[in-house]
């Protein structure tokens, strides 16, 4: 047999073994083939926003990760640092001041992120940072802001905007506990941390199962939540944390979204709460107490009248476990098995 002959032998077996292998390679690694690159990991149901208003659906495709995210909102950040993806961060923009910080570890993550805050949160801004991701309320997508969502996605970054975040003074949107939770879940599916979002979905589920077994020789109490502006916004049971209560078994009377001295007078809630925004916490409510015009309320005789901060009530995220105590500790005065710290 000639060398010729013989090394064209070699020639087809070894391209035999080598195509055997390429094959075996590619079923092995078929995640990874360019055909499947194309295929996303989490497609996420979020909504689309401009100047505030939800203008309906957004379909959020990832196909990687997010490496570059921008961060807005208080308890977007905290949630983001709960589920441990700081290092994902390349700007968190929070007050995070006066009552109810952020819980002693998330602050330690949260030094470790850059920061910075509403007065430079802009569009340059943002596209300097060459982001991936932009999570935030709704208001982050306003004319102030970062105008629309549809900016952003048009431009290659992914959008996920909170779903219980509508202005206060607009009831036209449902907000639900049940959004909160999908929320975060959405952030394990797109960040990998399944587990740890579950986590904190299960302890907000416990805690109403929990309030429901131990109030339940207490009378059902009506409840309503205001805050100041320039007039009495009415946070009822199309709002979030009138949601809330209503799932600790109060009842929350559906109300305009802005009221008057009168129609406060005329509900005559057993317990009120009033939502707070600011530094002087206990300034929010004793208004009601030092006009003598509410004297003639239930939760003015009785003394029911409580603050409640506003990241409590307001696309609440991993502190709706927070506000959900609080909440039942004034409508459920002694009630047990809520000692936690909040």
């Given amino acids: 047999m000639s060398k010729e002959i013989m090394k064209a032998k ?36 979020n909504i689309d926003v401009e ?15 997010p490496k570059r995210v921008v961060a807005v909102g208080d308890n977007v950040v905290e949630t983001l ?3 441990g993806i700081q290092d994902n961060i390349v700007l968190a923009v929070a007050g995070n001041k006066w009552n109810f910080q952020f819980r002693e570890e998330n602050q330690r993550k949260f ?3 850059p920061q910075g805050d509403y007065k430079n949160l802009n569009k340059e801004t943002i596209v300097s940072l060459n982001p991936d991701l932009i999570i935030g309320q709704q208001m982050t997508f306003s004319k102030e802001y970062l105008g629309s969502t549809k900016y952003w996605n048009d431009r290659g970054v ?29 952030y394990g599916k797109i960040f990998g941390k399944e587990d740890e979002a579950a986590e904190i979905n299960k302890e907000i589920i416990a805690t109403i199962e929990k309030v429901k077994r131990n109030a339940i020789h ?40 802005v009221i008057t001295s009168e129609e406060l007078l005329k509900i005559d809630p057993d317990v009120l709460f009033v939502v707070c925004s600011h530094s002087v916490f206990d300034h929010c409510y004793n208004r009601i ?15 029911r009248i409580y603050g409640i901060p506003m990241k409590f009530t307001y696309s609440t995220l991993c502190r709706t476990n927070d506000g959900l105590k609080m909440l039942a500790k004034g409508m459920y005065p002694g009630i047990q098995g809520l000692d936690d710290e909040i």
């Fill in 218 to 257: 207490y009378p059902k109490p009506k409840v309503m939540i205001i805050e100041f502006m320039r007039y009495f916004v009415s946070y009822d049971n199309t709002k979030l944390v009138g949601n809330m209560a209503e799932r600790l078994g109060g009842y929350v009377e559906e109300s305009p979204p």
């Fill in 51 to 65: 100047n505030y208003y939800v203008k309906g659906k957004n379909q959020q495709k990832f196909y990687k990760i």
């Fill in 289 to 303: 107490y030092d006009d003598p015009a509410f004297n003639s309320l239930k939760c003015v005789k009785n003394h």
């Fill in 10 to 45: 070699i020639a087809v077996v070894l391209l035999a073994l080598f195509t055997v292998v390429w094959i075996t390679d590619c079923v092995n690694t078929k995640l990874v083939t360019p055909e499947n690159s194309k295929i996303p990991y989490a497609n996420i149901e």
């Fill in 111 to 113: 030094q470790t992120v």
């Fill in 158 to 186: 992914n959008t996920i905007v909170t779903l219980n975040a509508n202005a206060p003074n607009l009831h036209v949107h449902p907000e639900t506990i049940e959004n909160e939770m999908k929320c975060i879940s959405d």
């Fill in 81 to 83: 640092m709960e589920l």
